[in-house]
């Protein structure tokens, strides 16, 4: 299955649509949150070292959260249609399990005429088409044969955290500096995608160690099931994880304002009271009882929030953005401050 943080709801706008029925069947809960909101964290970011107000930039940014958001809707959809005789082996839930095929092309059809309007949007931009056409092309590559790379061990991982994580982020700096008018900057270029693709192979090992049960039964040979849980743990904690907060660090330094560090060192204080005062065990890559995935709260929660502001200190106009932002990923936001205020008043 599509590697996904934790459940979130889609924003109200969202349930509402007439693309909701689609929206459900793509498993939108699952990834409207955790892989939007690090994009856009990006793209705050670069426009905020660009100078420009996030809100004059704002038709790049819808088109960007569309496009995205149509590449993940069909990632989960494809990924459902090619792991259908896997998950029935397996005795999982396989949304499209049933569907008729006329069903499942209408599904698929609407993600991706949304993906080629955007594209053409974007037809003057060479490396954001290229980019955008990662996202794409890793996914299909990942699910579908003859490549299928979800069964072919470091390949998949790779496929998975670059189509979700490392392509969107990089498109994210891309655009960005083209609406601000200027010339990419390499090393923040490669420091976000290499950033966002590290965290991305740290949360697709995460699913996978949730679903090593389900993939033994149908003999699915993930990068867990052929190299075990361990090693798995080893690679997180001792290549991928320092190398995720190293490349943020940079990102943080980089950022004009010191709103990004503070945020930082707010949710550092978050992470302790929970562990005191909740027992909220914080985890790189491990499900245990009562856990947290370490860092994933401060990309979803909180670092787009404190880019923002630190944007609307120089573009009052960017209050709107903050506004929308907010409505858009309310739920994270939400249950953010509901656990802050359990560990301040339990």
């Known amino acids: 299955m599509l590697s996904s943080g934790p459940t979130v709801r889609?924003?109200?706008?969202a349930r509402l649509s007439p693309l909701a029925s689609i929206a459900r069947l793509a498993r939108a809960e699952q990834w409207w949150s955790y892989k939007l909101s690090p994009m856009l964290a990006i793209y705050y970011a670069t426009l905020l070292r660009s100078g420009m107000s996030v809100a004059e930039a704002g038709w790049t940014g819808l088109l960007l959260l569309t496009g995205i958001g149509a590449c993940a809707a069909y990632v989960s959809l494809s990924n459902d249609l090619a792991d259908r005789r896997d998950d029935r082996i397996a005795g999982k839930p396989n949304r499209l399990e049933g569907k008729s095929p006329p069903a499942v092309a209408l599904a698929l059809a609407v993600p991706l005429a949304l993906g080629a309007a955007v594209a053409w949007c974007w037809r003057?931009?060479?490396?954001?088409?290229?980019?955008?056409?990662?996202?794409?092309?890793?996914?299909?590559?990942?699910?579908?044969?003859?490549?299928?790379?979800?069964?072919?061990?470091?390949?998949?991982?790779?496929?998975?955290?670059?189509?979700?994580?490392?392509?969107?982020?990089?498109?994210?700096?891309?655009?960005?500096?083209?609406?601000?008018?200027?010339?990419?900057?390499?090393?923040?270029?490669?420091?976000?995608?290499?950033?966002?693709?590290?965290?991305?192979?740290?949360?697709i090992l995460w699913h996978q160690l949730l679903d090593a049960e389900a993939d033994r039964r149908s003999g699915t040979a993930t990068f867990v099931q052929r190299y075990g849980a361990a090693v798995s743990q080893k690679i997180v904690g001792h290549g991928l994880f320092p190398i995720e907060l190293a490349l943020l660090l940079i990102l943080l330094w980089l950022v004009p304002g010191r709103g990004s560090m503070f945020a930082l060192a707010l949710y550092a204080l978050y992470v302790v009271g929970t562990m005191v005062r909740l027992e909220i065990r914080p985890t790189?890559?491990?499900?245990?009882?009562?856990?947290?995935?370490?860092?994933?709260?401060?990309?979803?929660?909180?670092?787009?929030?404190?880019?923002?502001?630190?944007?609307?200190?120089?573009?009052?106009?960017?209050?709107?953005?903050?506004?929308?932002?907010?409505?858009?990923?309310?739920?994270?936001?939400?249950?953010?401050?509901?656990?802050?205020?359990?560990?301040v008043w339990r």
């Open 10 to 13: 889609l924003p109200v706008a």
């Open 124 to 203: 003057s931009d060479l490396l954001a088409l290229l980019a955008f056409a990662g996202s794409w092309i890793s996914f299909t590559a990942y699910s579908f044969e003859p490549l299928r790379l979800k069964t072919r061990g470091i390949w998949g991982i790779v496929a998975d955290a670059s189509g979700a994580h490392g392509f969107p982020a990089l498109l994210a700096a891309l655009l960005a500096f083209h609406a601000a008018g200027r010339a990419p900057d390499l090393l923040w270029c490669v420091c976000a995608a290499t950033w966002s693709g590290a965290f991305g192979l740290r949360g």
């Open 284 to 343: 790189l890559v491990v499900a245990v009882p009562r856990y947290s995935l370490l860092l994933v709260a401060f990309y979803v929660a909180i670092w787009p929030l404190a880019l923002l502001l630190d944007s609307v200190w120089r573009h009052p106009l960017d209050m709107v953005v903050v506004a929308v932002h907010a409505l858009l990923f309310h739920r994270p936001i939400l249950e953010l401050l509901d656990t802050a205020r359990r560990v």
